[in-house]
């Protein structure tokens, strides 16, 4: 089967799904950054954006999203609100549930992984640097998993992290043997990454990987917040919907 990866819109931007009195929750498209990074002077961020469209200075963002991860992104208002949310995050009281396309299916419709991860470390087969993996040594770890759907060798898959390990829910799926789409660390292709380093995202390395970025998505926050529970979502990203509606077609 031959699935052909769309491109990515090159006019996407962030844009505002809740505005409330202390935060936004932004819908972050993939490729921006969350904020300023130096040496990625070239990419835009979803913080920048922001500010430069509201005019609010104090934004910030509470948590971050990898530059190749699309949906919500936080962006507090004032101080005080940056605070608070600094509280919910150190005592995990923020819950984020992803979407992620893998490839494989799986013999099981929900799991948890309770699995330790840190550095692989170089040499062997690994040649990154920043890879993670399941390790003795490894941080807790907790991902809970739930299938959505299965199609043509392709799962769409429901991630939901209790712990904040860094690649957490790509490392946790490598280790499942359910490797996502577009993920040049954590993919089938592990010379993926350090192809992009040298060359970029090229048509052809899109083509070996199927998506020019990895396929997660951060569909639903949730979290306390002024004696109620708050919750936003943001939609599949068109991108990786796309792609889902092609893999249906090819099936």
């Known amino acids: 089967?031959?699935?052909?990866?769309?491109?990515?819109?090159?006019?996407?931007?962030?844009?505002v799904l809740?505005?409330?009195?202390?935060?936004?929750?932004?819908?972050?498209?993939?490729?921006?950054?969350?904020?300023?990074?130096?040496?990625?002077?070239?990419?835009?961020?979803?913080l920048t954006f922001m500010q430069a469209e509201t005019g609010e200075k104090d934004l910030a963002p509470p948590h971050r999203l990898d530059r190749e991860t699309s949906?919500?992104?936080?962006?507090?208002?004032d101080p005080d609100a940056a605070r608070r949310f600094f509280t919910l995050?150190?005592?995990?009281?923020?819950?984020?549930?992803?979407?992620?396309?893998?490839?494989?299916?799986?013999?099981?419709?929900?799991?948890?992984?309770?699995?330790?991860?840190?550095?692989?470390?170089?040499?062997?087969?690994?040649?990154?640097?920043?890879?993670?993996?399941?390790?003795?040594?490894?941080?807790?770890?907790?991902?809970?998993?739930?299938?959505?759907e299965r199609r043509a060798g392709f799962t769409l898959i429901e991630a939901y992290p209790r712990s904040g390990r860094l690649h957490q829910i790509r490392a946790h799926l490598s280790h499942l043997g359910l490797p996502m789409v577009g993920d040049k660390i954590y993919g089938r292709d592990s010379q993926a990454f350090l192809d992009f380093m040298q060359t970029g995202q090229t048509p052809e390395l899109t083509?070996?990987?199927?998506?020019?970025r990895q396929a997660l998505h951060a569909a639903r926050i949730a979290f306390p917040w002024a004696g109620a529970q708050f919750a936003a979502e943001a939609p599949l990203a068109a991108d990786l919907r796309a792609f889902w509606e092609g893999v249906q077609e090819a099936g």
């Open 89 to 148: 995050f150190k005592t995990h009281l923020v819950g984020k549930t992803y979407l992620a396309v893998v490839h494989g299916s799986p013999d099981w419709e929900r799991s948890t992984l309770d699995a330790p991860l840190g550095n692989l470390g170089l040499g062997g087969a690994n040649k990154v640097v920043i890879r993670q993996a399941v390790v003795p040594d490894g941080r807790p770890a907790i991902t809970d998993f739930r299938v959505v």
């Open 18 to 46: 809740v505005e409330h009195p202390d935060f936004y929750v932004v819908h972050k498209p993939a490729l921006w950054l969350t904020h300023p990074v130096r040496a990625r002077v070239d990419v835009p961020d979803v």
């Open 1 to 15: 089967m031959t699935v052909r990866a769309p491109l990515l819109p090159p006019t996407e931007k962030p844009r």
């Open 71 to 77: 949906g919500t992104q936080l962006l507090s208002r």
């Open 207 to 212: 083509a070996r990987l199927l998506l020019p």
